[in-house]
């Protein structure tokens, strides 16, 4: 129910847009973040959106790189980042939690998209 595409290599320095596209219900009520795995290591929160976009979190390590949006007209979410560094590389996770505010803990999601592999080489 989430799709998310956007991944791929690309250079130290370089952007990358990241999407999830929601389908099977509605995702406009439900809050949505953005989480990473990368090799040897948990997964960590990346960044969240409340249910109408008007707040936004992020993780200290990608503050002023990335930027989270939503457009529920599309049933769709977001992830621009620019600036990536090879400690970026990770599986990027998409998720959806029922709730209005955003939420930073991954167990408080209900639903999880596959993943999408970004890799940044130096």
């Known amino acids: 129910q989430l799709q998310a595409s956007g991944g791929g290599l690309v250079q130290a320095g370089a952007s990358l847009r990241l999407s999830c596209a929601a389908s099977?219900?509605?995702?406009?009520?439900?809050?949505m973040g953005w989480f990473r795995r990368a090799p040897g290591k948990e997964r960590e929160f990346v960044s969240g959106i409340s249910w109408r976009g008007g707040s936004t979190a992020y993780a200290d390590s990608v503050k002023g790189r990335f930027t989270i949006s939503r457009d529920n007209a599309k049933n769709t979410v977001y992830l621009q980042m620019n600036t990536l560094k090879p400690e970026d590389t990770a599986v990027y996770y998409c998720a959806a939690a029922l709730s209005l505010g955003v939420v930073r803990l991954g167990e408080t999601y209900d639903y999880w998209g596959q993943g999408t592999l970004v890799t940044v080489s130096s």
């Open positions: 099977g219900r509605t995702f406009s009520r439900y809050a």
